[in-house]
Nanobody, 123 residues
Framework: QVQLVESGGGLVQAGGSLRLSCAAS???????LAWFRQAPGKEREIVAA????????YYGDSVKGRFTISQAYAKNTLYLQMNSLKPEDTAVYYC?????????????????WGQGTQVTVSS
């Protein structure tokens, strides 16, 4: 059983930066991790995903060039570095894990979810 706990959300001005962290316990060698976000009234959407090896990464179109996903094996932690933040990045951000190794881009590709952390970007 994979358990995921996010941290690092908060309030930031447009153009600023935040780094989210996700502590992942129980992760297997084949599993992938990802960040999703959900704004009020909208569906949950993929932000970024990373394979177990870290070699393969996927980014949603709206965050390419601004956000970076990474992981620290020793700390079993997933990160999301968010730069050049925009008001439209405001959402609850969720860490997600899959049982398998594929980099899914939809919620159906992931089996485990954290409780979420709020990110608010003011204009």
């Amino acid at each position: 059983q994979v358990q995921l706990v996010e941290s690092g959300g908060g309030l930031v001005q447009a153009g600023g930066s935040l780094r989210l962290s996700c502590a992942a316990s129980g992760r297997t060698f084949s599993s992938s991790l990802a960040w999703f976000r959900q704004a009020p009234g909208k569906e949950r959407e993929i932000v970024a995903a990373i394979s177990w090896s870290g070699v393969t990464k996927y980014y949603g179109d709206s965050v390419k060039g601004r956000f970076t996903i990474s992981q620290a094996y020793a700390k079993n932690t997933l990160y999301l570095q968010m730069n050049s933040l925009k008001p439209e990045d405001t959402a609850v951000y969720y860490c997600a894990g899959s049982k398998g190794g594929g980099l899914g881009s939809t919620v159906n590709g992931y089996d485990y979810w954290g409780q979420g952390t709020q990110v608010t970007v003011s204009s």
